[in-house]
């Protein structure tokens, strides 16, 4: 019987993100399979088997490298506004969150890799993740308040669209 977990952890590997396992339902690393967090992410398929054989209801984190960008909106009115300043990005890869929120994948220009910190906001209701330092639970991860599901499907890095100018800081 095929775990769906499984399949979408090894094809984001495939995509070139290191992935980590999460605790079931929740949104932090699974403390005994990946004990120092996103330092366990990896892409390699015999780790990844050995995880959700260990737990197979655990969720799916994945480590973006460091030349890519996600926009974390947490506040739907935001991301409508930058979506409606910038309608490239609707075709950039994103998922929804449980809470309605979205992830919105990019690359970074040469110039910026290096230079943005996953802490730096730039608007309210937005973060910005990735960038080799900050993980997400990526689909399909269940919460108790629902799952992550994408809209538009995750690409390799390489083939990310940039981020616009005036999107990041």
Same mark, same amino acid.
């Given at each position: 019987?095929?775990?769906?977990?499984?399949?979408?952890?090894?094809?984001?590997? #495939?995509?070139?993100?290191?992935?980590?396992?999460?605790?079931?339902?929740? !949104?932090?690393?699974?403390?005994?399979?990946?004990?120092?967090?996103?330092?366990?992410?990896?892409?390699?398929?015999?780790?990844?088997?050995?995880?959700?054989?260990?737990?197979?209801?655990?969720?799916?984190?994945?480590?973006?490298?460091?030349?890519?960008?996600?926009?974390?909106?947490?506040?739907?009115?935001?991301?409508?506004?930058? #979506?409606?300043?910038?309608?490239?990005?609707?075709?950039?890869?994103?998922? #929804?969150?449980?809470?309605?929120?979205?992830?919105?994948?990019? !690359?970074?220009?040469?110039?910026?890799?290096?230079?943005?910190?996953?802490?730096?906001?730039?608007?309210?209701?937005?973060?910005?993740?990735?960038?080799?330092?900050?993980?997400?639970?990526?689909?399909?991860?269940?919460?108790?308040?629902?799952?992550?599901?994408?809209?538009?499907?995750?690409?390799?890095?390489?083939?990310?669209?940039?981020?616009?100018?005036?999107?990041?800081?």
């Amino acid at each position: 019987m095929s775990n769906p977990l499984l399949q979408a952890a090894l094809g984001y590997a #495939r995509l070139g993100y290191p992935v980590l396992p999460l605790q079931p339902g929740e !949104k932090r690393p699974h403390s005994r399979l990946a004990p120092n967090g996103l330092k366990n992410a990896t892409h390699a398929p015999e780790a990844l088997r050995r995880w959700w054989q260990a737990v197979p209801g655990a969720g799916v984190g994945i480590l973006p490298p460091a030349e890519v960008l996600v926009l974390d909106f947490d506040a739907p009115e935001v991301w409508d506004a930058l #979506r409606g300043e910038h309608p490239e990005l609707a075709e950039a890869p994103r998922q #929804r969150t449980p809470r309605g929120g979205v992830h919105v994948f990019l !690359k970074l220009p040469e110039g910026v890799i290096g230079s943005l910190t996953s802490s730096t906001r730039k608007l309210p209701g937005l973060d910005l993740r990735g960038l080799g330092r900050a993980y997400l639970a990526a689909a399909p991860t269940e919460l108790p308040k629902g799952g992550y599901v994408w809209e538009v499907p995750l690409l390799p890095p390489a083939e990310l669209a940039p981020a616009p100018r005036g999107a990041t800081p």
